[in-house]
């Protein structure tokens, strides 16, 4: 059964950082492309960041780009988002997710069950 | 970054049909997929490439589309059903929809 369970979410400074986590479980981690999700309080889902299967190429919408990064350890299956300059706006749920087809950066086939980010002075 | 325009909430009645539409101004190929979402939740895959359902979904449950115009339905509704629901396309980076809050009539 595959198994994405995020943590290290928690209230934070504006301008300040934070590294959230995604331990993966119940599937080969190297062979999937990697993403981190983000939802607002009462708003929509948005893209935040992609990792690919080795971790060599990392992909990112304009809204967070120079401030997040994503990284990867496959040797112990976890997922990473280190956050930069954090902002009133980055207020939200994280999900880890995982895409639908090895090697592919497709669908988010599977969902963890979110870390909250709460940024506020 | 590709918009996704969702029809707004919908009201429905067990066992009737119901089309939630999602519209783009660029063509995402056949790459939209549909997720399901309850409250305190996270988001399930339901739909994957337009029309393919994922593992265990139910076959009430279909999408369809093409280009810049694609459809999710479900046929019929249970109360179980009772959700949002969000396109996403991932043809040119990856955006989602707002999102149609399905309720009971």
């Not at chain 1, 209230?11 to 993966?24: D, I, T, Y």
């Not at chain 1, 992609?50 to 780009?65: C, E, H, L, Q, R």
């Not at chain 2, 093409?66 to 040119?92: K, L, M």
């Amino acid at each position: 059964e595959v198994q994405l369970v995020e943590s290290g979410g928690g209230l934070v400074q504006p301008g300040r950082s934070l590294k959230v986590s995604c331990a993966a479980s119940g599937f080969t981690f190297s062979h999937y492309y990697m993403a981190w999700v983000r939802q607002a309080p009462k708003k929509g889902l948005e893209w935040v960041a992609t990792i690919s299967t080795s971790g060599s190429n990392t992909y990112y919408p304009d809204s967070v780009k120079g401030r997040f990064t994503i990284s990867r350890d496959n040797a112990k299956s976890g997922l990473y988002l280190q956050m930069n300059s954090l902002k009133s706006e980055d207020t939200a749920t994280y999900y880890c997710a995982r895409q639908g087809q090895p090697g592919y950066n497709d669908w988010f086939a599977y969902w963890g069950q979110g870390t909250l980010v709460t940024v506020s002075s | 970054d590709t918009v996704l325009t969702q029809s707004p909430a919908l009201a429905v009645s067990p066992g009737e049909r119901v089309t939630i539409s999602c519209r783009t101004r660029e063509s995402v190929n056949i790459l939209m997929h549909w997720y399901q979402q309850k409250p305190g939740q996270q988001p399930k895959l339901l739909v994957y490439k337009t029309s393919n359902l994922a593992s265990g979904v139910p076959a009430r449950f279909s999408g369809s589309g093409s280009g810049t115009d694609f459809t999710f339905t479900i046929d019929p509704v249970e109360t179980d059903d009772i959700a949002t629901y969000s396109c996403h396309q991932s043809g040119n980076s990856d955006t989602f929809g707002a999102g149609t809050k399905l309720e009971l009539k």
